[in-house]
Structures are given as C-alpha cells and as structure tokens.
C-alpha cells in the first residue's frame, strides 16, 4: 500500500522560514520523481518544486526561495521555503510519479498525500 504523509505545516509571519516533510512507503520501482504542489480555495492548484534524483525544477513563484530535497535512507522528501509570502498560503501536497521530465503542471501524478497547512501571515 503507497503512503504520503505529509508533516511541518503551521502559521509563520512573512519573511520566516519552514520545513515540510513528505515520508513515504510503498512506492513502486519505477517511480523516482516527486513534487510539491500547493492549493488555495478558489485558485489552481500549482506545482511548487520537483526532483528526480538528483535534478530539480522549481516553479517561477518560489525560485530562489524554497528548496527541494529528499532522503532517500529515510525514504523522506523535503521542502525547505525561506522567505516565506503571504501568498505562500496554502495546503501543500506532496506527489510521487515515474516522470524523468518532473512536470508541474497539466499533468497528473498518481500518488498524494494528505496534505498539510501552512499559512503566512503578514
């Protein structure tokens, strides 16, 4: 049985910086390429960040502020955000899938988590 849980979420004021963790299990052989997308109420849901191995992508909004990674000795994902924005509201998810390209948008990942809140205040 696959299992994302996602951990970390919370309230920051604007400017701070959080971690979110994504452990997983279960994931099929093949399927190496994970995500973090984030969803408003009332908005699109967006891709956030994607890694595979060792490669990245990040979304334009949070380049150069929010970083991924992952553990795989602890089968964990991470996303580290640093200068967190209001607009950074959201419930973050993660998601596992077998694309080599790490799409973050138009696409659908197989795999999700529950979800977790995090919320920046000003």
């Known amino acids: 049985q696959v299992q994302l849980v996602e951990s970390g979420g919370g309230s920051e004021q604007s400017g701070g910086s959080h971690r979110l963790s994504c452990v997983h299990s279960g994931l099929p052989g093949g399927v190496h390429c994970m995500a973090w997308f984030r969803h408003t109420p009332g908005k699109k849901r967006e891709g956030v960040a994607a890694?595979?191995?060792?490669?990245?992508k990040y979304a334009e909004s949070v380049k150069g502020r929010f970083t991924i990674s992952q553990d795989n000795t602890k089968n964990t994902l991470y996303l580290q955000m640093n200068g967190l924005k209001p607009e950074d509201t959201a419930m973050y998810y993660c998601a596992a899938d077998s694309y080599t390209d790490m799409p973050l948008s138009n696409i659908e990942y197989r795999y999700w988590g529950q979800g977790t809140q995090v919320t920046v205040s000003s």
């Open positions: 890694i595979a191995d060792s490669a990245t």
